[in-house]
């Protein structure tokens, strides 16, 4: 490594001059000429080359990876047409594969105005500016399973005109004053990872402009006295860590979506990863940022912590696009932990996992990441693997009530001992049965695959979504049997299998993050009646809990009805008024995050109830 150090920091302030060769490689990018929307599957989840589950004649689902080709997962297909089963009839795997990209026809971009267009010209180069389909479908939706469903059928109303690649903070710059000179809407598109309808243009009457950041990929400098790191907001999550782990540090931050998303999109949406119980969510790690505004761009200080008036980082914090474009940011990391052990336990019921886990909080002696799978979970995990192992089988098909949990722990060795035996103290009080390292290490290696399952499901009829909340302690037990009891109800009761599983991925001392994934299989209609639906119910039942929206999806479009019962109507128009002053022409990301005053009135209908309502057969 050939990295200069200098005060402390490494790298210099928006250079590459005194950057190390192979940073400098990576600062290049699109090092082979390849944008990374055109890396990643443009009607599903990841990348094209990464995983693909298929049927095999056999009735057998396998995978296929680069390394290996088909391999058997001999129990997933069984468990998908037992558990989406009604009255005992065992549901077929019908095929309903996707449209291809050839198939697709979309709207010409709108007349772009001549004037922005010059200007445009003087910032960016040709290479930076893109019109042709691909690029246009590409921007159009994030991943939910309404932008999937729409991608797999070619319904495309409502494209952006023109995507943006810019390279550096003064481009964003002048790129916001031209739009906003000429009117012109501005969406900035991280990795498209959300699952809210965050990216979606859903206006018709203005140019659209898709700002796609994912070239300021640079991290400008790591500050290892103040363990501070400042980064390009468009770096994606893999690229991220390669770059500061050359200086010997972590963020700490890991999704689900770690591989296909962004520190901007994350600050946007205030993500939530992995190891938050040790390393904080999105919101602790961030120090400051510069967010570029119609009205100019604001900047915060660096420093740890100030009591000097409002928390200004607050108000971009989760702003998803609506008030500006976030180019750069000061996070706080960490050193690289000298240990790190992963662990399985299986409790006997979720009551004992959550009364441990509860314990373990209380206790203050934290693991970095703890996940507790309810027992419909604990089969789906053991079903997914590869092998057809005795112990596997016997779970996923004779027992009821058991819990998997992975139980991770990073740190100092000796940190690690003693969080250790101090957590292991209270799962064994709780009744847990010790797995070992094994599920650990299996978790961690393939705690990235399981969305891709989602694509497999679209292809044989079936849609699957998840819903996520902090809840207090006190209501997640009620909370996770009402829903799972109403969700199943409703869609019994109309004659339509359906499938619903829980887990709990982050505490608090004032409660947890409980996610749902549920299922079902399209309705005779073929609309997207079944999946409104679900979301409603599940949404609804989450507010009468005292959940939050969202724990960390974010709102988009999709929460935007619910958004009145959950801040009060002062705080929507404190909102309102912010976006008045830095946005007047409402031209970033409109009719996102917060109801209209006509939707609110009931004068226009929400964006969740008439997007996409009726679909096609898939
Ligand atoms: C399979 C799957 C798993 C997921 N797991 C997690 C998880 O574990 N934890 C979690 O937190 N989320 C998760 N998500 C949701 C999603 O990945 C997060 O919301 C993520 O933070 C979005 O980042 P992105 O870069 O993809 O942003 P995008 O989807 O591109 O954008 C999201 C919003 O942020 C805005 N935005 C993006 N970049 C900027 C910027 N530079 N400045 C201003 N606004 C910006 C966009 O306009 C949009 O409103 C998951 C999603 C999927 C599909």
Redesign the pocket.
């Known amino acids: 490594m050939q990295l200069e150090v200098e005060d402390n920091k490494v790298g210099g302030t928006n250079t590459t001059a005194t950057i190390a060769p192979e940073r400098q490689e990576l600062a290049q990018f699109p090092q082979d000429n390849v944008d990374y929307y055109q890396k990643i599957k443009w009607n599903g989840?990841g990348d094209t080359r990464k995983f693909l589950h298929t049927l095999e004649p056999s009735g057998t689902i396998a995978i296929t990876t680069p390394t290996a080709s088909a391999v058997p997962l001999p129990s997933l297909a069984n468990y998908i047409k037992k558990e989406l089963t009604l009255n005992g009839q065992t549901s077929n795997l019908e095929n309903t594969p996707s449209i291809q990209l050839d198939q697709i026809n979309i709207a010409a971009p709108r007349p772009i105005n001549p004037s922005f267009e010059r200007e445009l010209q003087s910032i960016f180069t040709p290479d930076q500016l893109k019109t042709d389909k691909f690029a246009r479908i590409t921007h159009v939706y994030?991943?939910s399973i309404r932008d999937l469903v729409r991608l797999r059928i070619g319904q495309i109303n409502n494209a952006p005109d023109l995507i943006i690649l810019p390279q550096s903070h003064d481009e964003v710059e002048k790129l916001m004053q031209s739009a906003n000179k000429y009117n012109v809407i501005v969406?900035?598109?991280?990795?498209?990872?959300?699952?809210v309808g965050?990216?979606e243009p859903v206006t018709t009457d203005r140019f659209v402009v898709s700002v796609d950041?994912r070239r300021m990929n640079k991290v400008l400098w790591v500050d290892r006295r103040e363990m501070t790191a400042c980064i390009q907001?468009?770096i994606m999550g893999p690229d991220l860590e390669k770059e500061l782990r050359k200086s010997g540090v972590s963020l700490g931050h890991d999704?689900?979506?770690f591989e296909?998303?962004?520190l901007?999109?994350?600050?946007?949406?205030c993500?939530?990863?992995?190891q938050s119980d040790k390393y904080g969510d999105i919101e602790d790690m961030a120090v400051s940022f510069k967010t570029v505004t119609p009205t100019g761009t604001l900047e915060l200080r660096n420093g740890a912590r100030a009591g000097a008036g409002i928390n200004y980082k607050h108000i971009i914090l989760g702003?998803?696009?609506t008030l500006?474009?976030?180019?750069e940011a000061v996070m706080r990391v960490h050193p690289l932990p000298q240990a790190e052990e992963y662990f399985g336990f299986m409790f006997p019921s979720f009551t004992h996992a959550i009364n441990a886990l509860e314990q373990i909080r209380r206790s203050d002696i934290l693991p970095t990441m703890i996940r507790i799978y309810d027992p419909d979970e604990t089969r789906l995990s053991f079903s997914s693997k590869p092998s057809k192992g005795a112990f596997s089988e016997f779970i996923s098909s004779a027992i009821k009530h058991v819990c998997l949990s992975i139980i991770g722990f990073e740190g100092s060795k000796k940190q690690v001992d003693f969080h250790k035996k101090s957590v292991f103290d209270i799962l064994s009080k709780n009744g847990a049965f010790g797995l070992g390292q094994s599920p650990g290490k299996t978790w961690a290696e393939k705690r990235y695959d399981l969305?891709y399952i989602r694509d497999f499901l679209l292809n044989h009829n079936m849609w699957v979504d998840v819903a996520e909340t902090t809840v207090s302690w006190s209501s997640l037990l009620p909370l996770w049997k009402e829903a799972k009891q109403a969700f199943n109800d409703h869609f019994r009761s109309k004659g339509i299998p359906s499938w619903i599983c829980a887990h709990i991925s982050h505490t608090y001392s004032n409660g947890v993050c409980l996610y749902f994934i549920f299922a079902s299989k399209q309705n005779a209609d073929n609309e997207m009646t079944p999946y409104t639906e679900g979301k409603r119910l599940m949404t609804d039942i989450v507010l009468k809990h005292g959940g939050a929206i969202s724990h960390?999806?974010?709102v988009?479009y999709e929460h935007v009805p619910w958004m009145n019962r959950y801040v009060s109507n002062g705080w929507i128009n404190v909102y309102r008024k912010i976006k008045e002053v830095v946005d007047p022409k409402n031209i970033c990301?409109p009719r996102?995050l917060m109801p209209t005053q006509e939707e609110e009135n009931g004068q226009k209908k929400y964006l969740f109830d008439v997007l996409n309502v009726k679909q096609p057969k898939l």
């Open positions: 989840w994030g991943k969406i900035a598109y991280g990795g498209g990872s959300n699952i965050a990216c950041m907001v468009g999704p689900d979506s296909f998303s962004t901007g999109g994350w600050l946007a949406t993500s939530s990863g992995h702003s998803e696009g500006g474009i976030i180019t969305p960390h999806h974010g988009g990301n996102k």
